[in-house]
T-cell receptor, first 120, second 114 residues
Framework: NAGVTQTPKFQVLKTGQSMTLQCAQD?????MSWYRQDPGMGLRLIHY???????DQGEVPNGYNVSRSTTEDFPLRLLSAAPSQTSVYFC???????????????????FGPGTRLTVL | AQSVSQHNHHVILSEAASLELGCNYS??????LFWYVQYPGQHLQLLLK??????LVKGIKGFEAEFIKSKFSFNLRKPSVQWSDTAEYFC????????????FGSGTRLSIRP
């Protein structure tokens, strides 16, 4: 298993540009999420998804869009990049207990390696 | 709304000192609780987790945490820290009753003096 993969590892954008951060997992996890990590702010949840076709907002969703057309992929789109979006972005996935399947370690998050984004 | 508080932002200890990092959460129902560790330049890794049963859980590298339901706390402990424990530590919580989001605390940076 590759686990959770993220691309790119580094990205520099100019203000106003758009881009998509890719996230994929091969563990058949229902739950996927995006966090941003900023010094002194910890991890803040941007968007999350409990399954294909279902997404919801986290704590800091403004300026970001997500979609979940497949179980494996959960891309994060920056619509018009701003310097305030300079951060390290982590994607994570886990089994989710909402489907009621026993015997799984629900909610244990597996993280990708992160994308370091700089917006000039 | 659920939230997680980690009151210690930066802890500095000498090697062999004992460690306790605080974590409190706000949610009235049953929860899963986690501690994750992020070593410099790396992504987060699971340190330990509490799902049910014995409130004292043991994790990797000699870490343990105690779930005290009445205090809504899940403090992380280690009797004797090593320089290699220098990292950032995050507490996380999620309700188990629904397809809920998982919320992290703001993290505690641990620096160990050799």
């Amino acid at each position: 298993n590759a686990g959770v993969t993220q691309t790119p590892k580094f990205q520099v954008l100019k203000t106003g540009q758009s881009m998509t951060l890719q996230c994929a997992q091969d563990m058949n996890h229902e739950y996927m999420s995006w966090y941003r990590q900023d010094p002194g702010m910890g991890l803040r949840l941007i968007h999350y998804s409990v399954g294909a076709g279902i997404t919801d907002q986290g704590e800091v969703p403004n300026g970001y869009n997500v979609s979940r057309s497949t179980t494996e992929d959960f891309p994060l789109r920056l619509l018009s990049a701003a310097p305030s979006q300079t951060s390290v972005y982590f994607c994570a996935s886990s089994y989710s207990n909402w489907l009621g399947r026993p015997g799984k370690d629900y909610n244990e998050q597996f993280f990708g390696p992160g994308t370091r984004l700089t917006v000039l | 709304a659920q939230s997680v508080s980690q009151h210690n932002h930066h802890v500095i200890l000498s090697e062999a000192a004992s460690l306790e990092l605080g974590c409190n959460y706000s949610y009235g129902g049953t929860v899963n609780l986690f501690w994750y560790v992020q070593y410099p330049g790396q992504h987060l890794q699971l340190l330990l987790k509490y799902f049910s049963g014995d409130p004292l859980v043991k994790g990797i590298k000699g870490f343990e945490a105690e779930f005290i339901k009445s205090k809504f706390s899940f403090n992380l402990r280690k009797p004797s820290v090593q320089w290699s424990d220098t990292a950032e530590y995050f507490c996380a919580v999620t309700p188990i009753s629904s397809a809920s989001k998982i919320i992290f605390g703001s993290g505690t940076r641990l620096s160990i003096r050799p």
